[in-house]
Structures are given as structure tokens and as C-alpha cells.
């Protein structure tokens, strides 16, 4: 055992062998660790593990949209604006060839083509030179999706799937929007955009609330009083008013330029301001644990005992703290997709031709008025907002009552 | 029982916080008005030297009559103060004849001293009104609102010792011009730079204060003029001397103002709601508080009684206007409603009789079920892109002209905007009358492609790499509007595919957009324009070099030669031609992509006598009645549960 | 009490002179200004309107105007809307805002509060998931599609209330249920988390042996431990519903001052913007103040400090 084991006290060899058969016997009774408890108490709520279930299967979809035979979210066909949703077409199937998505993807390996060079003496060579092919091939994957770029995963992604489905793509399951682009396949999409969002801004968070309040807790005294008085006054500022602010800021093309120079887009840095926002309640929830947890008995007895800072902060702080950060979490991810919409709503959010569940909901909200009553513009992004959103509170829910040790006996 | 009553006071404080609510709520409630508008927007102010926008213009034109009113059919000028006018010396004289009843809303006779008041409060370089520069036709006039003085012009100083102004009100509007102030008259002598008091540059060169200082010989000594110095008078305004604007009252009944040159819209100009007169007496009273409903002297058909912040505004009939008895309307509330959603919806259930626009999309829906309340008409807007020429691409005329060739805009009216647009072809709108278009070239994939081609050949020879691997690469930049993306996404997709073009599409906010636009720091953008008056000339003069609006940074000295020519001309015919003529060339040169010419997509209840489409959707309160009988029949119908 | 009085006054002071400091050199940092409009301005009427509002002057002066301009209690005019006041937009727009906020909020504690206690009473059932699935619709649902979904139900399909405007008492309805939605929703929740906590709590049990009635240990006991997270959580939701309430006045057309914070922001008017921050930092500090205060009320073990 490298951790520094409580020294036990000088004692008679008959208490020693008193001692030794307590050990013997804890070893048979082995507490559960606290993770496990909370998992098979969380596992008898049926709330919970529904939203669980559901949480994984769609993060798995969105991660693998782009494998789906979905019609292409972008490509803007007005002859089929606003059309209500169709499961079977005419001819009696589920899917249809789609003109926009191309049939065949040619293989995409990289050309050696000749350049002229000059060498270290002036002279000009011709060099091989291994290089990425004309750009048609590419272009033509992504602009039939409708894309500028797309990173590689993606590409990657939408490659295989047009080796497996071809041009092949669903019906509009879930109907069209107002520019004749298939909702299902833009709910897909968005989704990806959503849930990153709405996880980057919760992990900035995460980071940055943690550190700020752990060490603000962990040191206490006039440094904690201080840090905390900074996050009252950040507090005291409205957040859309920052969030404007640090919008117009950020439309600054020098500053996006710097920024796509490290490889920051636009979209990265709207998820890192949410995130940014959102610090602060998660801060002064660690600083508060951190500062009940420091003068708890138990840590005090392990103290007593002799163990290290170390020792204390891996078994007693951090399992303690995690419990109450999991929870926070589940329920600022809802909160960022809300904000997000919210933006969306202000037109201050995700831009198209980007997508997001947010920006599709507002889209949603336009066509339902008492002229025209494009239900399924609002219902399906709405669903798909609320299903998760309900997901994430009863999964947080669940996990708070989980690994409550108040509620342990219960 | 006093213990228990007392126990339940959370209950009884928020019954009571109810019950406040509701009667504070009864108490405020106004009945409803005769006619009912959804203004958009609030109103940014009432005072027409500061106004410039559309829900602005519509309060105001019912609150005021300039000299000129609308015909509400054609918007053509029609007598509005003056009942009468001389057009002399081949246009640039014009004689006003006031009409003797016209009357203040406070009773008190208007003359044409009230209009030199109100023309010159427009044009004071304190008073920094939008719309002075429409003004400047008149001659002098640019020189007194642009401070252009030169040595041995004759000034007139303002003078306010006796009153105390603290200092920040000090450049508050509607302090200058204040009758009770001195006015020292003189001579300039002399205009001297100050260096300014702020630290110099890094770079050494020695920095100017923005206002320089003025030496003025007054009844023959020099006196000097400027802001900073402690011995200097202190003055609210330093102007050209006024008597050099030849906007003058040559008897209570008659107002003479001579032009630089002829321009044919001067009438229309005179019916422009910035020009509208004001009470002098009113404004020095109130200063900036002479807008308010308790305070303000107007003298049109209607007078404001009620204002409630970004809610409504309440009008009503003025029994001192000269017309009073054409004007049907009692009451009329204008409603702030941001929302076209929101606007509709208020239209829709019987709460208002007439809305700006519907939401771009409902209007399809609108089409389709043929309802008579709905009847887009032509608007005097053109939509465009502007291109910014100052860019290496750009500067490629052939590219210019390529990218306009392969917008299919036909498809863009038909399917996109859908409010029935016409597709544009060249700059000015087809509702401007006696204009003969000069057309640039329609749709033509297969020739813009040649000339894409064409031109990319030139920009290689440039040095700029343009091949499979680095496509041509455009940014397009329009602020964030559902509409405005649609548009954008269409043509980026028609450019990829027929030149091979990359758009990179930036949707900005509005602030950052203008800037953007000003600064020229965008390669294409977005942009509409409205003509003010019914004359090619407000579109055409958009594109002068000196234009602010320009914005594209295309100047071109044989364009600008030609509008020169252009406002001296007095005789209409050559004119017309002229103004041919420099489209032509505009179509030439090319520095913006045509779109379409807009329309008015707004709804009108049936019920409501009196408002004509038009190209404006200007529809003059005056005219408008309400058919009783037809609206309960209308409204019964409609919202039946 | 009153030293506990005087240093939230001291912080008080200190905090909106750093609200102040921040927002003024993040607004000034921005690309746009104030004076840029879809027609540009003359150079002349630009640089007059600059001097109005001291743009024309260097950064440091500007600031240190404008606080000395706060220090006489002025607010100064607003830059989009010259002939008006700072101070006149919030005595007309703050009253409309408290009024909706105040009647949302109350609809939200009592629902809330009701809805939160029954579903811990009946922990792990069905009443309680339905009942918790019920209120968190306001939550799960943007604010917007609910308030877009809710005028078409009840005034067009319905004609029970008028889709939107301000002034009579009928229009107030929609929009505060619509308001309250979610912050029912996050009361409720915290109603039951607290709730549960407390119910296993000694003093719950002492009074259950004591045998009084059921009903009279939740709401003379239970309740009044469990309201102190629902009570710390009023603070900054009234002050929230302030700037919150945007989305529901733009859809029901409410002149509040909601849709001004966005507005002032975006356009640039630097004087309006300012002012409502530091409304917004003053009305939320009071309203942490009156949370502290009642936290004495509620808990006697609570003392003030």
C-alpha cells in the first residue's frame, strides 16, 4: 500500500490479535464504493433510467447523423416549402432518391502532382509532391449537403454514408421548413450543434467553476472572501446584456480572424461564451461544498489519523463534491439549451445556414399564426427540445436523490 | 381573530397587490379609438427636425401640414398650408401663397415667418437633423448647416449671457435658436486652428481641437469665438448669417425660397414631414419636453392627447385645422408593436385596422386565400447587393458583371420573397414615373459563366491564384434577417453552381453590418433603398462619389460630371434623358447587383374607406373613414368562435 | 442589525461603481456606435450629436463625466431617443415590468410551492413523476413556443383573451401565466428537493410522535424549513424576471423594460444601456437584502451578519 497507513498505537499481542481478527473479518464485509451505491439506487428509478437511455441514444444519432440516409439539411428547394410530413410517399416506401445528395462519392486519395521549386542554389527543379485532389470531388460532397467546409470527421462520415445508401435518403418524416428543406434531416443536424454546444459551454463551465470555487474554499479566509465578492459583482451585471456585448465584440473580423487562425470558428467561441456565463453558480456551488466538506468530521478524523492532503482530497473531497457537480451539471445543460434558444429567438444565436434546435424552434414559432398553421415546424424541434430537456431534469433528479448519502437509508 | 387575520397576511398582501394592479389598470384604460395602426416601432421622437424614420413619419403627418400635403391616391403634392405657389425663374424661385385660415392647434394664426423658423431650425448645425441635407438645394444652405465659412463672410452670433444653461445642456437641441437670445452680427476675420489640449501623438505632429476659433469683426472690432477660451462670449451657435439663406418671409402671407438650381421634386420635398412647421413659441418654452402630448402646438388635421410610452400613441381630430371638416376620424391610436407576429395577431382579432407588414411567412398563405384585406403594392425600393470596388477582385469589371448574370432573380421573386417583387434589372424603381430604365442584361448562366472565365484569366495575369484547388472566393455579408438569409443562401448556391464561385456567407448584427458597410470592409453586402420622392434622381444621386451613401467606393468622375449637369438642367425633357443616360452607365460600371423592386406587404380592413395602395404607403388620416356597418358585419364574421 | 445594514450599503456602492466600470469599457470596446444608421449622417450632425453625448472626448474623460453625472443621481438622455430622459423610460417601463413580474412570481410560489409539496409527500409515485412532469413543462419548453402556442389556443381558437397589448386587466392574463411557467417550474422543483430533505428530518419526527395532524406538521413545520432554498431563489428570479420577461413582451407586446435592455445593447445607446445595468444591479441587490432578512424570519438559527 504506498498511501501512508494510520499508525496503530503500541498495543498488548492480545489486543493485536484482537485487532487482526477485525481486519479479517472487515474483509469480507467490504463497504460498497459510494459510485456503486448510486448507480444501483439510481437504477430503481425508472424516470431517470428512461431519460438515461434516451440521453445515450441520442447523442449516439447525433454523433452518427451524418451516417444516416438523411435528405440534405441545407439545400433550399422552395417548390417544396412548408410541405406537412410524409412517412410513405406515392410509390409506397419510406425513402426516395434525393437529387441534391450525390450517388457516387470517387475515392479521395491524396495525387502527386509535379512543382516547379527552386533549390538551394537558385536553380529551378521540379519537385513531386504528394497533394490533397482538385477540390470538385470534395465540393461536390459538400456543397450537396450544403456546406462551405466540414471538418473531416464528418466528411469522413458523409463518404460512407453515400458508399452505403447512395443518393438514396428517408421522406421528410418530419416535414419541410419554410425554404423546402426536410426538417427530420435539420433536427438531426442541429441536434449535433445543440448538444455540442450546450456540452462545451457546460464543460468551460465545469472547469472554470470548479477551480475558481475549489480554491476559493480551499484556501478561505480573506482570498476566498475577495473571490467570491468578484463573482457577486459579475453576478450583478444582466447576462444578456454581456452576452450582446460579447456578440457585437466578437463579430470584429480582426478578432475572428486571430481566432480562426488557432482554429477557433464562430460557433466555438459562441459555445465558450455560454460556457463562460455559466462559471459563476458553478463556482459558488463547489466553494460552498468545499467549505462545509473542509471542517466535516470525517475529514478532520482522517486528519487525525494522518493522512496526507492528497489522501483526503482524492477519497473524501472529491467523491463528495462530484456528486453535487454531476447534478449541477444535468441541469445546466438544459439551461444552456434554453439560453441558446433564447439567443436564437433574440436573433442573437446559431446563424444560418447553421442549425440549431434553438434556431428551428424560432423558425417553428413564425409558422404558427392564425393564417397558416404549419404545426410541424414547431411541434417536432419543440419535441425534440423538450424530450431532452425533460431527460436531463429527471436523469438530474434522479442522480441528486442517487447520491445523496442523507438519503442512503431510505 | 385579530391573531389569525394577522397570520394570513402573505394572502392578504398579494389580494391586495392584485386588486392594485386591476385598478390601476381600470383606471388608466382608454377606449378604443375610431381607427387603429400597428406602428412597428415606438417613435423615436415627435419633432420633425429630429425624425427620420417610417413609423416617425406617419405620427407626424398627422400631427403637421408642411406646404405641401399628398394626394392620398397618387402621393402627388397637392396645397397644403399654401393654397398656392409661383414656380419663377426656370424653377429655382418658388413664391408661396399661405392660405389666411390656417391656424395653430392653440388657436394662433400660422405665417410665413413659422416656416423660416422651422426650415431654419432644420438646417442650424446645432440642431444636426437627418434630413438637412434635402435642404441644401437651397442656396447657402449647405454652407450654413456644414460651418463651410470662408474669410469675409458675413456671421451671425448667438448669445446666451443672460441665460444660464448648465453645462451639459448646453448642446441639448432646441437650445440655439431661442429668440430671446442676442444676436451679434459681424464679419469674419479670420479662422485659426487651436491646438487641442489632449496629449499629441506618438508620431509629434501637433493634434487641433475639433472646433477651430473664430475672429469676428463686430461693428468694427475683433472678437474672438471658441468654445475653450475663458474670455471668449458664450455663444450657442455660430453660423452663416442667415439673411445669406434665401428662405424668407417677404409678407405674413407669403414665403419666397430660391434654389442653387431647378429640381423637380421640390413640391414633393415641401410636403416631407421634416419640413413641417413648428411653433416657435412652443419649443422655446418647452425645450426638448415640447413633444409631449400636454405641451405640443401642431397645426394638421389631428393633435397628439395621449402618449403612453411604447404602447400607443392617441391622436385627435384638431378643430382648429383649416380643413376640419373633411377630416372624419375623431381618434386614432397608433400602436408600438415590434413584432410582425404580434401586429398580425392584434389584426387578426378585430384589434387593429391596419398593419405595416405581415410576417414574410404568412404571405404566400395570404396569396393563395385571396383575401381583399391583402393587396401588396410597388414600393419605391429597390433591393441590391452593393460590391465593394476598392477590392482587388471586385475591381474586375467582367467578375461584376458574371456575378449579376448568374442570379437567377425571377426565381427569387417567385419563390423566396413571394410577396410579388418584381425582379430587378437595373436601379431605379418602376413606380417612379416617366423614367425609361436602362435595363442591364437578364439571366444568362452560360455567358456569365464566358465572362467568369474571362475575368478570372485577367485576375490571374493580376497575380492572384484562382484554380480548382482555390476557387474564387467572395464574402457576403447581410444583417440577420430571415428574409435577407434565404436570399443570400439562393445565391451563394446559384454562384457555386454556375461559376464556381465560393461564397462565404457572414450574417451580422445590425451595428456591426453598417459598420462594416461604412467603412467599406466587406467585399459584397446587402442593401435596400428608398427613394423619398417620385423623381429617378433619388436613386441615382445614391451612387455620386461624394454620396455618403454610397458605400461602395465606386466613383466614377464622368458619372459625377453627369449629375452635375443633371441638377442644372431646367428643361424636364433632357433632363430625362440625362438621367437615362447616367443609368446606362451606372448599368455599365456596375458597382451593385440589382435584385428586385419591393413591394408593400401590409393589410388594410375592408371596412376602412380611404386608403389607396400607393408607392409610398403613405395614406394621409385626413381621408380615411370607418364604415360602421360594414366593420361589426366584417368583425362578426370573422371572429366567430 | 444596522452594522449588517451599513456594509451591504458599502457593497452596494463598491459593486455598482465595478458593474459600472466593466460594462462601460466592454460597451465602448464594440465595433459599432451609436450614430450609425441605415443613412449616414452627415460629418456636421455627427460630430454635433457626439459632443451632445461627450463621445467626442477621450475614454478616461468620458468615464469620469459619466460618473460624476451619477454621482448628481442624473442618468443622463438617451442617445437613440434624444428628447427623453434615462430615468423617464424606467418610471414608465418599470412599473409594467414589476406588476407582471410581481402577480408571475405569486402565481409561481403558490403553484410552485403546492405543486412541489404534494410530489414530495408522494415521493416515487405516480402522482409525484406526473405531477413533476407537469410543472416542468416550463422549463422544457422554450418560452417563446409556449407563449406563441398559448395566444393561438385561448384567443383565437378560444376568444377568452386578447392576443396581446397592455392596458386593461384581461390582457394581463396570458402573459403572466406564460411568465410564471417556468419559474413555477423551478420552484416546484426546489419545493420537493427541500421538502424531502426536511421530512426526514428530528424535529418532523418529534412532532409526528407529539401526534398532531399531518396537514398541520407540513405546512406549520415542514414547510417553513423547506421555503429557505425557495426563498434564496427569489432574489435573483425577480431580478431575472426583469430582463427575463423580454421574450414575453415582445410576444404580447407589453412595454416593459424587458425588451429595452436588448434594444439599448443593440443599437448602442450607451446612456439607456448603462442605466438599466445599474437598475438591474441596485433592484437585485435590494432584493438579496430582503432574502437575507426573511432568512431570519424563517430560520431563527439564521443570524444576520
Excluded at chain 1, 194 to 206: D, K, Y
Excluded at chain 1, 218 to 240: C, E, K, Q, S, T
Excluded at chain 2, 92 to 117: C, Q
Excluded at chain 2, 124 to 134: D, G, I, V
Aim: aromatic share 10%; net charge neutral.
Amino acid at each position: 500500500m504506498p498511501e501512508p497507513s494510520p499508525s496503530l498505537p503500541s498495543a498488548q499481542p492480545r489486543e493485536l490479535e484482537r485487532y487482526a481478527a477485525l481486519l479479517r473479518e472487515t474483509e469480507h464485509v467490504r463497504g460498497k464504493s459510494p459510485a456503486r451505491i448510486a448507480w444501483q439506487r439510481l437504477r430503481k428509478r425508472w424516470p431517470a433510467m428512461i431519460s438515461l437511455a434516451f440521453l445515450v441514444v441520442l447523442a449516439l444519432l447525433a454523433i452518427f447523423t451524418p451516417l444516416l440516409p438523411l435528405q440534405a439539411p441545407r439545400a433550399v428547394e422552395m417548390p417544396r416549402a412548408s410541405l406537412p410530413p410524409e412517412v410513405w410517399n406515392e410509390a409506397g416506401s419510406l425513402g426516395a432518391k434525393s437529387d441534391a445528395i450525390p450517388s457516387e462519392i470517387p475515392v479521395l486519395d491524396k495525387i502527386s502532382v509535379k512543382v516547379k521549386q527552386e533549390d538551394d542554389d537558385g536553380n529551378v527543379i521540379e519537385v513531386s509532391k504528394e497533394v490533397d485532389p482538385p477540390n470538385p470531388a470534395i465540393e461536390q460532397l459538400q456543397t450537396g449537403f450544403g456546406y462551405d467546409e466540414l471538418d473531416f470527421f464528418t466528411r469522413w462520415l458523409l463518404r460512407c454514408r453515400v458508399h452505403l445508401f447512395g443518393s438514396y435518403a428517408w421522406n421528410s418524416w418530419c416535414g419541410t421548413d419554410h425554404l423546402g428543406r426536410d426538417l427530420m434531416s435539420r433536427i438531426f443536424w442541429g441536434a449535433r450543434l445543440s448538444i455540442a454546444a450546450a456540452l462545451v459551454a457546460t464543460f468551460v463551465s465545469l472547469v472554470v467553476g470548479v477551480l475558481y470555487g475549489a480554491v476559493a474554499g480551499y484556501l478561505g479566509g480573506r482570498i476566498d472572501n475577495a473571490m467570491m465578492r468578484l463573482v457577486d459583482v459579475l453576478y450583478a451585471i444582466p447576462f444578456v446584456f454581456i452576452v450582446i456585448f460579447l456578440m457585437t465584440l466578437l463579430e470584429n473580423k480582426q478578432y475572428q480572424e486571430t481566432l480562426a487562425a488557432i482554429g477557433i470558428n464562430r460557433m466555438v467561441i459562441f459555445f465558450l461564451m455560454i460556457g463562460a456565463l455559466f462559471w459563476l453558480t458553478m463556482s459558488r456551488v463547489v466553494r460552498g461544498q468545499v467549505l462545509a466538506l473542509k471542517h466535516q468530521q470525517f475529514v478532520e478524523a482522517a486528519r487525525s489519523l494522518g493522512a496526507g492532503n492528497w489522501w483526503i482530497i482524492r477519497k473524501h473531497l472529491i467523491p463528495n463534491l462530484l456528486s453535487i457537480v454531476i447534478v449541477y451539471l444535468t441541469l445546466t445543460i438544459p439551461n444552456v439549451m434554453l439560453i441558446e434558444a433564447f439567443l436564437s429567438f433574440l436573433g442573437l444565436g446559431v446563424k444560418a445556414p447553421d442549425v440549431s434546435w434553438g434556431l428551428l424552434a424560432n423558425e417553428g414559432r413564425q409558422a404558427i399564426t392564425p393564417v397558416i398553421f404549419h404545426w410541424w415546424q414547431v411541434v417536432f424541434p419543440g419535441a425534440a427540445i423538450a424530450l431532452t430537456l425533460y431527460s436531463l431534469n429527471f436523469l438530474g433528479d434522479g442522480l441528486r436523490d442517487a447520491m445523496d448519502p442523507r438519503l442512503r437509508n431510505r | 381573530m385579530g391573531n389569525s387575520l394577522l397570520r394570513w397576511w402573505p394572502i392578504l398582501v398579494f389580494l391586495a397587490g392584485i386588486g392594485g394592479i386591476w385598478l390601476w389598470l381600470k383606471k388608466t384604460e382608454l377606449p378604443p379609438a375610431d381607427y387603429t395602426i400597428c406602428n412597428n416601432t415606438e417613435v423615436k421622437t415627435l419633432d420633425p427636425a429630429q425624425a427620420e424614420g417610417v413609423p416617425e413619419g406617419r405620427v407626424l403627418w398627422s400631427l403637421f401640414e408642411g406646404l405641401c400635403a399628398h394626394d392620398p391616391r397618387t402621393l402627388k403634392p397637392i396645397p397644403g398650408v399654401a393654397e398656392d405657389w409661383d414656380i419663377l425663374d426656370d424653377g429655382k424661385r418658388y413664391i408661396f401663397h399661405l392660405r389666411k385660415n390656417a391656424r395653430w392647434s392653440d388657436g394662433s394664426p400660422m405665417t410665413a415667418e413659422d416656416f423660416v423658423y422651422s426650415m431654419r431650425r432644420v438646417l442650424h448645425p446645432l440642431t444636426a437633423s437627418p434630413y438637412s441635407h434635402e435642404l441644401w438645394y437651397i442656396v447657402n444652405a449647405d454652407r450654413y448647416t456644414k460651418l463651410e465659412l470662408n474669410v469675409g463672410d458675413p456671421l451671425e452670433i448667438e448669445l446666451s449671457d443672460e441665460e444660464q444653461i448648465p453645462a451639459d445642456e448646453k448642446l441639448l437641441l432646441n437650445t440655439a435658436l431661442n429668440s430671446k437670445h442676442k444676436i451679434l452680427k459681424g464679419k469674419l476675420r479670420e479662422i485659426r486652428q487651436v491646438p487641442s489640449t489632449k496629449p499629441t501623438k506618438p508620431d509629434g505632429k501637433p493634434e487641433f481641437d475639433s472646433t477651430p476659433e473664430y475672429l469676428v469683426e463686430v461693428d468694427g472690432k475683433v472678437q474672438s469665438f471658441h468654445p475653450s477660451k475663458e474670455r471668449s462670449r458664450r455663444y450657442t451657435g455660430l453660423a452663416l448669417d442667415f439673411d445669406q439663406v434665401p428662405i424668407r418671409a417677404l409678407d405674413e402671407y407669403t414665403l419666397e425660397i430660391v434654389l442653387k438650381h431647378p429640381v423637380p421634386y421640390f413640391l414633393e420635398l415641401m410636403g416631407f414631414y421634416p419640413y413641417s412647421p413648428v411653433n416657435r413659441k412652443c419649443v422655446e418654452q418647452y425645450k426638448e419636453n415640447w413633444t409631449r402630448p400636454e405641451n405640443m402646438v401642431c397645426n394638421g388635421p389631428f393633435k397628439l392627447q395621449h402618449h403612453r410610452f411604447r404602447e400607443r400613441l392617441r391622436v385627435v381630430k384638431n378643430d382648429q385645422y383649416w380643413d376640419a371638416d373633411k377630416v372624419q376620424l375623431n381618434t386614432v391610436d397608433f400602436l408600438s408593436l415590434e413584432g410582425t407576429s404580434t401586429a398580425l395577431n392584434m389584426y387578426l382579432s378585430g384589434k387593429a385596422d391596419w398593419i405595416e407588414r405581415v410576417p414574410p411567412s404568412v404571405m404566400a398563405e395570404l396569396k393563395r386565400l385571396k383575401r381583399e384585406d391583402f393587396n401588396p403594392a410597388p414600393y419605391i425600393t429597390t433591393s441590391f447587393y452593393r460590391l465593394n470596388v476598392t477590392n482587388p477582385l471586385i475591381k474586375n469589371k467582367k467578375l461584376r458583371h458574371a456575378l449579376n448574370m448568374a442570379i437567377d432573380k425571377q426565381a427569387i421573386c417567385d419563390t423566396i420573397v413571394r410577396g410579388g417583387q418584381q425582379p430587378a434589372r437595373n436601379l431605379v424603381s418602376p413606380v417612379i414615373d416617366n423614367h425609361d430604365p436602362s435595363l442591364g442584361p437578364g439571366y444568362d448562366p452560360a455567358a456569365a459563366k464566358k465572362l467568369f472565365l474571362e475575368a478570372c484569366d485577367e485576375l490571374r495575369a493580376e497575380g492572384h491564384t484562382i484554380d480548382a484547388q482555390h476557387p474564387l472566393t467572395l464574402h457576403l455579408q447581410f444583417n440577420n434577417h430571415e428574409l435577407h438569409s434565404a436570399v443570400a443562401q439562393f445565391i451563394q448556391s446559384e454562384w457555386q453552381r454556375h461559376l464556381g464561385v465560393r461564397i462565404v456567407l457572414d450574417s451580422l448584427e445590425w451595428g456591426s453590418y453598417l459598420k462594416n458597410m461604412t467603412a467599406l470592409e466587406y467585399e459584397i453586402s446587402r442593401a435596400g433603398w428608398v427613394g423619398d420622392y417620385n423623381d429617378p434622381y433619388a436613386f441615382i444621386g445614391l451612387f455620386e462619389g461624394s454620396s455618403l451613401q454610397n458605400n461602395t467606393g465606386w466613383k466614377n468622375e464622368q458619372y459625377d460630371a453627369l449629375l452635375d449637369k443633371i441638377r442644372n438642367e431646367a428643361d424636364e425633357k433632357k433632363r430625362r434623358t440625362m438621367l437615362h443616360e447616367a443609368e446606362t452607365l451606372l448599368m455599365e460600371e456596375l458597382p451593385f447587383l440589382p435584385l428586385y423592386f419591393d413591394m408593400s406587404t401590409g393589410m388594410s380592413r375592408t371596412y376602412v374607406n380611404g386608403v389607396y395602395p400607393n408607392f409610398h404607403d403613405i395614406h394621409p388620416l385626413k381621408y380615411i373613414s370607418i364604415d360602421q356597418e360594414k366593420k361589426a358585419q366584417v368583425l362578426a364574421e370573422e371572429l366567430r368562435p | 442589525m444596522m452594522r449588517f445594514v451599513v456594509r451591504r450599503a458599502v457593497w452596494l456602492v463598491l459593486t455598482l461603481w465595478m458593474v459600472f466600470t466593466i460594462s462601460f469599457f466592454l460597451m465602448r470596446n464594440t465595433k459599432g456606435g451609436p450614430f450609425d444608421g441605415e443613412r449616414t449622417l452627415t460629418p456636421a450632425a455627427k460630430k454635433v450629436l457626439e459632443a451632445r453625448y461627450h463621445l467626442d472626448k477621450s475614454l478616461g474623460e468620458q468615464y469620469w463625466l459619466a460618473i460624476a453625472s451619477y454621482l448628481r443621481g442624473d442618468l443622463g438622455y438617451s442617445i437613440k431617443m434624444p428628447d427623453l430622459r434615462v430615468s423617464y423610460f424606467i418610471r414608465e417601463g418599470l412599473p409594467i415590468s414589476a406588476a407582471l413580474g410581481c402577480l408571475s412570481l405569486a402565481i409561481a410560489i403558490v403553484v410552485g410551492v403546492t405543486i412541489g409539496v404534494i410530489a414530495a409527500l408522494r415521493r416515487g409515485g405516480i402522482v409525484d413523476t406526473s405531477l413533476m412532469a407537469l410543472a416542468t413543462i416550463g422549463i422544457a419548453v422554450p418560452n417563446f413556443i409556449l407563449a406563441s402556442l398559448a395566444v393561438l389556443l385561448f384567443a383565437f381558437t378560444l376568444h377568452w383573451f386578447p392576443p396581446a397589448g397592455w392596458g386593461t386587466p384581461e390582457q394581463l392574463i396570458l402573459p403572466v401565466c406564460c411568465l410564471a411557467a417556468p419559474y413555477t417550474a423551478y420552484i416546484a422543483r426546489l419545493t420537493r428537493t427541500s421538502m424531502l430533505e426536511v421530512l426526514g428530518q428530528d424535529y418532523l419526527r418529534t412532532a409526528m410522535a407529539k401526534g398532531l395532524s399531518p396537514s398541520r406538521i407540513v405546512i406549520r413545520h415542514a414547510l417553513r424549513g423547506a421555503l429557505l432554498p425557495v426563498v434564496t431563489y427569489l432574489g435573483p428570479a425577480a431580478a431575472g424576471i426583469l430582463t427575463g420577461s423580454l421574450v414575453i413582451e415582445q410576444t404580447f407586446g407589453i412595454p416593459g423594460l424587458g425588451t429595452h435592455f436588448v434594444q439599448a445593447a443593440l443599437t448602442y445607446d450607451y446612456t439607456l444601456c448603462m442605466g438599466l445595468v445599474l437598475l438591474y444591479t441596485l433592484i437585485l441587490y435590494t432584493l438579496n437584502f430582503l432574502v437575507d432578512l426573511s432568512y431570519s424570519w424563517l430560520d431563527p438559527r439564521v443570524k444576520l451578519e
